[in-house]
Each structure stands twice: as structure tokens, then as C-alpha cells.
């Protein structure tokens, strides 16, 4: 596709399920991030891949989150045991290989995921 | 202390004036600073970036850094209301990759 494609756009689960995030990147983009964005806040890291590996994970809150990306391409992020405060707009970027220090990130529209 | 601190505003400016928004760092070892516009319900773009002390221009936006004084900013001149919108300043993080750490963004309304 011509841009980072995220889905569900929005999610509504109740406190206590498990969730999944998908991220499908700029094809070709080696590159790919998760960030967070609660309202009123700018994006928060979450985790870093380059290729299939996550090359920094610091981002994440705890061990309830978890993500892969098996291909190096499709990526999917992944909450245990939703709590209230997971509630967020969750952004996946990407960028080509070559420009990893320019800060020029591509996001996708997000997933707002509303835990009840 | 934040990483990066902005005003939240509103900061409301009249068309066709200068808006004037503003970003402090706390580390002073960063390098590399941007600017994201991101509209209500929208992902943010990037539409600046700044290296090095002083001015760079594009087109109606210049990105101002002070490195001594840890302090960015973006200036929009000839302010449209396609300008209204929230703009995120973000600091890079040490390392060979897009670890962005971004303020909070100020809310900028540009009334006609």
C-alpha cells in the first residue's frame, strides 16, 4: 500500500482481555516502531525493529506487551490482561533503510484501543 | 523534569500573522531535533528538522536551535488556518535509529 496500514482502527475490549495490533509498513521499509499516544500526550516509544529483530524494546511498559515481526515486514503488537490505563492511541512508523538518523518517521492513523 | 516541554496553548494567532511555538530539552548531548505537525484525528508528519545552531528556513516555516540554551523553536509565517493543529517537537535519542522522545505539542488555532 501506498502508506502504514493499521488495523483494527478502533478496538473496545474489556479489562482483563488480550489484544492484537497489526502493522503492515511501507513495503520496502526495513524499519518499524511502535509508539503510544495517550490524549493530550505526544507519541511514547514502545519498541524498535529493524529486519525481523527487535533492536530496542526499553519502550515497552511491562511484560503484559510483546511484539514480532516473523517476516520482517508485518508486525503485530500484542497486550495480556488489558488494564484501564492501556487505553491509548497505539502508532506503528516506519522508515527506509538509509535514513535511520534523519528522524522522519511514516505513521500509520493508529489504533485506539478503549479498555472498559 | 520532561525530556522535552512545550506550552500546551491553545496558542491562538489571527491569519496571516507569525505563530511563534516553542520546545526545551533537558539533554543536553541531543543532536537532532524535529518538528511533527499532527492534525485532530490524524498521525503526525514531520515538517522540520534542525542539527545545527541558528535558523533553517522552508518555504513559510523556520525551526530556530540553541543548543546552549537547550531551547527549539518553529516559527510560521503568513499563519493560514490549514496551520491550525498541534505540533509535536522531538528530540532524537543516542543510537542509529528514529527513537524519537516527543513533547507534549502545543495546539495552535489560527482564527480568519
Known amino acids: 500500500g501506498a502508506g502504514v496500514s493499521q488495523t483494527p482502527s478502533n478496538k473496545v475490549t474489556e479489562k482483563g482481555k488480550y489484544v492484537e495490533l497489526r502493522c503492515d509498513p511501507i513495503s520496502g521499509h526495513t524499519a518499524l516502531y511502535w509508539y503510544r499516544q495517550s490524549l493530550g500526550q505526544g507519541p511514547e516509544f514502545l519498541i524498535y525493529?529493524?529486519?525481523?529483530?527487535?533492536?530496542?524494546d526499553s519502550g515497552l511498559p511491562n511484560d503484559r506487551f510483546f511484539a514480532v515481526r516473523p517476516e520482517g515486514s508485518v508486525s503485530t503488537l500484542k497486550i495480556q490482561r488489558t488494564e484501564r490505563g492501556d487505553s491509548a492511541v497505539y502508532l506503528c512508523a516506519s522508515s527506509p533503510a538509509g535514513t535511520t538518523n534523519t528522524g522522519e518517521l511514516f505513521f500509520g492513523e493508529g489504533s485506539r484501543l478503549t479498555v472498559l | 523534569q520532561k525530556e522535552v516541554e512545550q506550552n500546551s496553548g491553545p496558542l491562538s494567532v489571527p491569519e496571516g500573522a507569525i505563530a511563534s511555538l516553542n520546545c526545551t530539552y533537558s539533554?543536553?548531548?541531543?543532536?537532532?531535533f524535529f518538528w511533527y505537525r499532527q492534525y485532530s484525528g490524524k498521525s503526525p508528519e514531520l515538517i522540520m528538522s534542525?542539527?545545527?545552531?541558528g535558523d533553517k528556513e522552508d518555504g513559510r516555516f523556520t525551526a530556530q536551535l540553541n543548543k546552549a540554551s537547550q531551547y527549539v523553536s518553529l516559527l510560521i509565517r503568513d499563519s493560514q488556518p490549514s496551520d491550525s493543529a498541534t505540533y509535536l517537537c522531538a528530540v532524537k535519542s543516542p543510537g542509529g535509529y528514529n527513537k524519537l522522545i516527543f513533547g507534549a505539542g502545543t495546539r495552535l488555532a489560527v482564527h480568519p
Open positions: 534542525i542539527y545545527s545552531n
Open positions: 539533554d543536553r548531548g541531543s543532536q537532532s
Open positions: 525493529f529493524q529486519g525481523t529483530g527487535a533492536a530496542d
